[in-house]
């Protein structure tokens, strides 16, 4: 058999078996959601998580891609009900990577879990701090924010999100004193009725970011961005312009973007209980294209594009939720021919195990040149943890 015959049957083998996982954190319960950075420099992704149900939130330091097979160094930086997120930002620019936390629930506020400065306390939890932000505590069911310079000042500002009553996207103002939180200001832009996602990305390729959304129940539910009108704009009160994709008439969960067909322009994946819904981006304009789920899976959950096998084509990997039983709550899609040709392959990753997956983030962990997959799962408890990719 020659290596090349020999490689097309170990793919196809490959692509029907469960990957490798391997557990970060299952210490405590309803783990919702990874946020990337590198928060100690040494050119490796660390992961912020917060577990709604558990009542804490935590950061994991990667271990170096030796060990990163075991479980991950962590820390609690702080305990608060419902958080439904959690992410990595520097806001006082004392060089140490701070958490930002959003919460629904009772909770409906959000918090700044200050990091310690030096180094090495990053991993103990009494040098931590934990502060509500006043601006919009009490009022919102908070769920997903994004750092993203607004203003054009000192200090990082963060778009935010909400669900349900009074809920909405908007941006919080954080003065040049961070740690003066009495003074950060939230501004409204717009009604919402339950974001999922909020992505920085230059949609008009105009040099400066915009921040895509997926909104999934209400007036204004469907796949959309904002246009970021600069910071005179924004000082000025100037409205940020809305563009819709699609998805008004779905219920539109975590979406990614990336090129799909390789053809030099970002499109948007998006997924509802039983399709991917792609939306490419052409010269003028978006089309809508539904891929249907495949049988044997839950309902869907996220997306994420990048070339799974390393073919030279990009692939389309998601997460569902509702995966009871046999049903298997993560897979990866590949296509024959061309991506309209509705010629789509499921290939298995996570099996049965699982129940309820959140947004699948890629991530070389191990170093071995291909995208694993990063996620959480918060029924059946298997925490923070990660696949690993069999095809490098």
Request: charged share 30%.
């Amino acid at each position: 058999m020659t290596k090349s015959v020999y490689f097309f049957f170990s793919c196809l083998a490959l692509a029907d078996e469960p990957w490798a996982l391997h557990t970060i954190d299952n210490t405590s319960k309803g783990a919702d959601g990874v946020r990337l950075e590198d928060v100690n420099g040494d050119g490796l992704l660390d992961i912020a998580t917060g577990w709604e149900e558990g009542g804490v939130v935590r950061a994991y330091l990667h271990p170096g891609r030796e060990k990163a097979r075991s479980l991950w160094p962590m820390v609690t930086v702080g305990k608060v009900k419902s958080a439904e997120d959690a992410l990595f930002v520097d806001l006082d620019g004392d060089g140490a990577m701070d958490v930002v936390s959003s919460c629904e629930g009772g909770t409906k506020s959000m918090f700044v879990h200050w990091a310690p400065t030096k180094a090495e306390d990053y991993l103990k939890e009494d040098k931590w701090k934990t502060e509500v932000i006043p601006a919009n505590a009490k009022k919102q069911s908070w769920m997903y924010a994004l750092p993203m310079q607004i203003d054009g000042k000192n200090r990082m500002d963060l778009i935010v999100s909400s669900k349900g009553k009074n809920g909405s996207v908007g941006w919080l103002e954080v003065p040049d004193n961070a740690r003066d939180l009495a003074n950060w200001k939230f501004h409204k832009l717009q009604d919402a009725g339950w974001i999922m996602s909020l992505i920085k990305v230059d949609m008009d390729q105009d040099g400066d970011d915009d921040v895509l959304i997926s909104d999934r129940r209400g007036a204004k539910r469907g796949v959309y961005w904002l246009e970021y009108p600069g910071s005179d704009a924004v000082a000025e009160g100037q409205v940020w312009k809305r563009h819709n994709l699609g998805g008004n008439d779905r219920e539109i969960k975590f979406i990614s973007h990336g090129d799909l067909d390789q053809d030099g322009r970002d499109d948007v994946v998006a997924i509802d209980k039983g399709s991917v819904v792609w939306y490419r981006r052409e010269k003028t304009g978006w089309s809508e294209h539904v891929i249907p789920l495949p049988k044997g899976v839950g309902g869907g959950k996220s997306t994420a594009v990048f070339d799974v096998n390393q073919d030279g084509k990009n692939d389309i990997v998601f997460s569902c939720e509702g995966a009871a039983g046999p049903l298997s709550g993560t897979r990866w899609l590949s296509w024959k021919g061309t991506p309209f040709d509705k010629e789509w392959q499921s290939h298995e990753i996570a099996g049965e195990p699982g129940l309820k997956y959140d947004r699948v983030v890629p991530c070389d962990v191990d170093g071995d040149g291909d995208l694993d997959i990063l996620c959480c799962e918060e029924r059946d408890q298997l925490g923070v943890f990660w696949y690993e990719n069999p095809f490098g």
